[in-house]
């Protein structure tokens, strides 16, 4: 209230399950993240400020670490983690931020969990569906023969130019490598966003460009959802490299 910010985000990142290993945390934070919502919607409610949180794409990981039920009452709104679905660990290659699975059935996926917080007690304009702007990357084992979906892959892709990290790279390092012929791009559809390859390096890559993410923004206009949670913004071609106009993901959603 003092410098006149709107509220606060909760960011932590998961309760009992920290970094999505639910071995890791105690069980005594499942209620113990329902109480502090609690105290801190008490606080705020007198001040008219926002309380919202981000939580987990993951069903196993909202049923082990959240009391769903609960936290619809206290929160204002939620960012929901939509990402990282699949990636290197996986053995195979997968877009990691589908609106639909149609490959691996019965899988989490955008759609299947905003339905879940829906079922759960939050209404529709409470969540906000998730929009990365970077990719998960991997390494092919066969790259001349196999780089398509669910193709096998040894290990993460290499670190970007920019990012510096094994198995991500930014939306602006994606685009640039297409519009230079580095990457070869395999568009998207209604389910899901493209994806790009080498056959000389073996790297492959699952990401969200203007259009696919433009597909999320009508998803959430069209089912009545309270707006997108774009991340992190530092990722997207905020210097227009790829002639898109600056901050190209942002502007389409």
């Given at each position: 209230k003092k410098h006149e910010f709107d509220g606060l985000s909760i960011e932590w990142q998961y309760p009992v399950c920290w970094q999505a290993d639910c071995k890791k945390g105690s069980p005594a934070e499942k209620q113990g993240f329902v109480a502090?919502?609690?105290?801190?919607?008490?606080?705020?409610?007198?001040?008219?400020?926002?309380?919202?949180?981000?939580?987990?794409?993951f069903k196993v990981v909202a049923e082990k670490g959240y009391n769903v039920i609960e936290l619809a009452k206290y929160l204002d709104m939620v960012n929901i983690n939509t990402y990282d679905y699949r990636g290197y660990w996986d053995g195979k290659t997968g877009h990691h931020s589908p609106i639909r699975d149609k490959i691996n059935k019965g899988a989490d996926d955008m759609d299947n969990m905003m339905s879940y917080y829906t079922n759960k007690g939050f209404a529709k304009t409470q969540i906000n569906v998730g929009i990365p702007l970077y990719g998960q990357t991997f390494q092919l084992a066969s790259p001349m023969a196999a780089h398509g979906l669910s193709d096998a892959t040894i290990g993460p892709g290499m670190p970007g130019e920019f990012t510096q990290q094994q198995g991500m790279l930014s939306y602006a390092e994606i685009c640039k490598n297409v519009k230079y012929n580095i990457l070869t791009k395999v568009a998207g559809s209604n389910d899901q966003g493209p994806y790009a390859y080498n056959t000389r390096s073996g790297l492959w890559v699952g990401y969200d460009d203007i259009k696919s993410a433009s597909l999320k923004a009508s998803y959430v206009r069209d089912k009545g959802y309270g707006g997108a949670a774009i991340w992190p913004l530092v990722c997207d071609d905020f210097n227009n490299v790829c002639c898109n106009g600056r901050s190209g993901i942002l502007r389409g959603v």
């Open positions: 502090l919502a609690k105290v801190l919607k008490n606080e705020f409610s007198k001040n008219n400020l926002i309380l919202s949180a981000s939580l987990p794409g």
